[in-house]
């Protein structure tokens, strides 16, 4: 059986200091920021470093989030674990379709409809506890996917 879930979109890393954390991984592993935003919704202030395209025409990156707001997601993390890895994101072709078969299988997603995540693309999540510890991020990749003007938007 193939996977619907073609893809490592991301894999989500909180931090305290955005600027000075993108400095850390240009200067230790040479990679560079492709894209920057702020998602005022999920409540952090983002960087995209690409680490290569996939075979499905995506991309694999690293999201390093510093959180904007202390009740967002990210910040009542951190408080509790300090930095580190907070998710995985695999990307799909489609997050309605794949969100609600494995909501059919008993697993909880936290939007009843997706919502917006970096670079356009549409996003969902899986709760930890229902996934073995592991906060997934459902991708739908914006139309176009990464051939689109990059920056900060
Ligand atoms: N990974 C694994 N487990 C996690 C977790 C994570 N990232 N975040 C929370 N948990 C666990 C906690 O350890 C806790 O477990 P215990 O009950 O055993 O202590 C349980 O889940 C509940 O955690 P909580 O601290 O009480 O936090 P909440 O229930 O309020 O929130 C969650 C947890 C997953 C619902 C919330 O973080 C959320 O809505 N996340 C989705 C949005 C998000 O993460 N946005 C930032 C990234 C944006 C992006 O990627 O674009
Ligand atoms: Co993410």
Redesign the pocket.
Known sequence: MSSPLTRIDHI?IACRDLDETVEFYRATYGFEVFHTET?EE???R?AMLKINDTGDGGASYL?L?EPIRED???A??MA?NGEGV??I?FGTADVVTVTDDIVGKGIRS?YEQPRR??MGST?N?L???DAH???V?LVQAAEGGDGGEHGEH
């Open positions: 989500g998602n999920q409540g952090v983002e999201q989030l967002s997601a990210i009542k993390w509790k907070h998710h994101a936290l995540g970096s996003i999540f709760h930890p506890k510890g592991v906060l991020e």
